[in-house]
């Protein structure tokens, strides 16, 4: 089945202490992305991947870090987590076109205390 | 700056009769939009997209308006279901770059 997993689905964590988030594809799709969602702000972009070792900032990238070392996997890295970075993350990818549609992973909902 | 919005953050609807979810853009080099929709617990699931070359594009009980005057884009869902119930959001990319700008979501609930 086509799809794009992420783990952990939920997690509670400290200020401070570092935390990833993982996020693996298996439709050989080139573009990787990760966003989040708050209420009243939508779905905002952090960092994007148009391929292997490519990457670049979204939206609202600060505070966090991304890898793309292998095509399927997009791993979202938190180095130092505040608490306005509790929020709710997707990871997604598509096939190369632009106009290609996102999937969507089940979301990772993140707590930092 | 939201450059793409959702005035409306929730709507209900009777079974059977139309739901429209609308949204509007600002930046006019938008030039392809999607719509999503989101159950709880679920990540967003592509619904129908539309490329600004078309005014209309329909896929089985959902058809996509864009109106480029009115940098305005709607949903119609006709019959709405109660399976429907779903927060909806629009999308607005741009050819060649690499990214979509999300609006902030509706929220539909259609009433059995």
């Known amino acids: 089945e086509a799809q794009v997993t992420q783990n952990p689905r939920y997690l509670i964590t400290v200020t401070g202490k570092k935390l990833t988030v993982t996020c693996s594809q298996n439709?050989?799709?080139?573009?990787m992305s990760w966003y989040r969602q708050d209420p009243g702000l939508g779905l905002r972009q952090i960092y994007y991947s148009m391929n292997v070792e490519v990457t670049d900032k979204g939206d609202v990238p600060e505070g966090y870090k991304v890898s793309r070392k292998e095509k399927r996997n997009f791993p979202l890295i938190l180095e130092s987590p505040s608490p306005n970075q509790t929020s709710l993350y997707f990871c997604?990818?598509?096939?190369?076109?632009?106009?290609?549609?996102?999937?969507f992973g089940n979301g990772t909902r993140l707590t930092v205390t | 700056d939201q450059q793409v919005k959702q005035n409306s953050p929730s709507l209900s609807v009777q079974e059977g009769r139309i739901s429209i979810l609308n949204c509007d853009y600002t930046n006019s080099m938008f030039d392809y939009f999607l719509w999503y929709k989101k159950y709880p617990a679920e990540g967003p699931t592509f619904l129908i997209s539309?490329?600004?070359?078309?005014d209309k594009n329909e896929d089985g009980r959902f058809t996509v308006f864009l109106n480029k005057s009115a940098k305005h884009l709607s949903l119609h869902i006709v019959p709405s279901q109660p399976g429907d119930s779903a927060v909806y959001f629009c999308a607005a990319g741009i050819s060649g770059t690499y990214k979509y700008i999300f609006g902030t979501g509706t929220r539909l609930k259609v009433l059995a």
């Open positions: 997604a990818s598509r096939a190369g076109g632009y106009n290609s549609p996102l999937h």
């Open positions: 539309i490329s600004s070359i078309k």
């Open positions: 439709m050989n799709h080139e573009y």
